[in-house]
């Protein structure tokens, strides 16, 4: 079970926190669950989960506070935990193989660190993710800032679909059709577990909406059409307030509102996907309780997070191709790929046999690299080396027919370019590419270590849109 957030600071050895306590240990049991979810699917009989509820308890922690985290692996195989879009300590990142052993059945791993940044994140596993997150292990990471403007209401809303079927049984949670396209979408749509929620805000309160969508394949857009509010953070990072419309959400994306409740006890609007042809309700937000009052219009702006300034005329500009496998493409006469292309893709001399015993799905590469979940402990090299300190600024191509939100770990990087759209620059840890486009994006390798670049489409990851970056 995940106890309450942490409160205290924490003073870990070697790295003064001026007397602070030590912090309290958050306990994250990876097991098989049943899951109670709302709507018209009453349990998921075979989830696997953080906390015996889905979602499990948001976890809470103050910017500059110590995170402890004892993950106990009781799954029936091999798991990690990454938390995304946090700048940490490599050894901390939760990539197994990269920056850690696998957390292996009946054992146990201790995160610790310190984030940097105020905003809202998420964990997740690392290893056969489209199992693992598909299952359901995933929790929402709230870091506050004690020095932020306050709200009356602090709402997370964690968006995810669910692939099974009415009695609530699982259906494959992955296809080849959906892998090689845009991803097996799920059909049972949940905000917070539950099927179009009715979620309470306080009569005329200021409230901070938190928008995650944690889908693992589908693109949403996020809209309140009755409702004005604004832009407070996108990814985490804080910006100066924006009216808001509608923001387009990859997997893994995030976006922060601020917006006034209505002044009526019992008013109602919603929270809606218009990226279909005919929008849907995520969730229903109602007035209850006494009446508060604020001020209308623009609400107070967050205090900005503390990530380094990149020296963009002076960058070193390298490029990243995404594409579909050509070095591995499928045989349609017997479906196996290439191997000694994969061998050499792998950058391994494992015996073709073994890679054969393998379920073979590569669809996808960067810079014509592919490397799929299955290579387990085949480490590729890595796709570019970056020296420490220096300015990057790195082109995310995408040649593909889909759409592409490409992560980056341990860093926190500007979007300033695109050959499609105005960009007014932004931070963030994961952007969307659309196809045909190219998007550049700057920041500072100032944290050392190998850290994943990847689409966060999972099947796009586990079968080949991934690669590492070394800062050293
Ligand atoms: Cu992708």
New binding site residues.
């Given amino acids: 079970m995940l106890g309450a957030g942490i409160a205290v600071g924490g003073a870990l050895t070697g790295i003064p926190l001026g007397g602070a306590a030590a912090p309290t240990e958050q306990q994250i049991v990876a097991a098989p669950r049943s899951f109670a979810l709302t709507g018209n699917v009453s349990a998921v009989t075979a989830g696997w989960g953080y906390g015996d509820a889905f979602p499990p308890p948001t976890l809470r922690v103050k910017v500059g506070d110590t995170l402890r985290a004892r993950l106990i692996n009781r799954l029936p195989e091999h798991t990690s935990i990454h938390w995304h879009g946090i700048r940490l300590p490599n050894a901390m990142d939760g990539v197994p193989y990269l920056t850690q052993p696998p957390v292996e059945p009946g054992a146990e791993f201790v995160y610790e660190f310190r984030p940097p940044d105020a905003g809202t994140f998420w964990y997740h596993p690392h290893c056969n993710s489209i199992e693992q997150i598909g299952r359901g292990l995933m929790g929402v990471l709230v870091v506050e800032n004690p020095d932020d403007p306050p709200f009356d209401a602090d709402i997370v809303c964690l968006y995810r679909d669910w692939r099974f079927d009415d009695a609530g049984q699982f259906t494959a949670i992955t296809t080849d059709e959906g892998a090689g396209r845009a991803g097996t979408m799920g059909s049972f749509h949940t905000v917070n577990g539950a099927s179009a929620p009715v979620i309470d805000v306080p009569t005329g309160g200021l409230v901070r909406l938190r928008i995650l969508n944690l889908d693992s394949a589908r693109v949403i857009t996020a809209a309140l059409p009755e409702q004005p509010a604004w832009i407070i953070t996108i990814d985490g990072n804080p910006i100066a307030p924006v009216a808001f419309d509608q923001w387009q959400m990859g997997p893994a994306m995030r976006l922060d509102l601020a917006l006034r409740a209505p002044d009526r006890e019992g008013a109602t609007f919603t929270l809606t996907n218009s990226f279909a042809a005919e929008p849907w309700t995520l969730a229903t937000f109602r007035a209850a309780g006494p009446a508060r009052s604020h001020p209308q219009g623009e609400p107070p702006a967050l205090l900005a997070s503390p990530i380094p300034r990149p020296d963009i005329d002076n960058a070193e500009t390298l490029h990243f191709t995404?594409s579909a496998s050509s070095a591995t493409a499928l045989d349609p006469q017997d479906q196996l790929p290439d191997l000694s292309a994969l061998q050499a893709a792998l950058g391994t001399n494992e015996p073709a046999a073994d890679l054969l015993c393998r379920p073979q799905r590569i669809f996808?590469a960067i810079n014509q690299r592919p490397w799929p979940g299955q290579a387990g402990g085949q480490l590729p090299p890595p796709l570019a080396t970056l020296t420490r300190g220096r300015s990057y600024v790195f082109e995310l191509i995408n040649v593909t027919p889909?759409?592409?939100?490409i992560h980056l770990h341990g860093h926190t990087f500007l979007v300033i370019e695109s050959n499609k759209r105005t960009i007014t620059p932004y931070h963030t840890d994961t952007v969307l590419i659309h196809t045909k486009e190219r998007v550049k994006i700057a920041f500072v390798a100032d944290n050392p270590g190998d850290w994943m670049l990847h689409?966060?489409?999972i099947e796009?990851?586990d079968t080949g849109?991934m690669g590492y970056v070394r800062v050293a």
């Fill in positions: 995404f996808w889909h759409t592409h939100p689409c966060h489409i796009h990851q849109m």
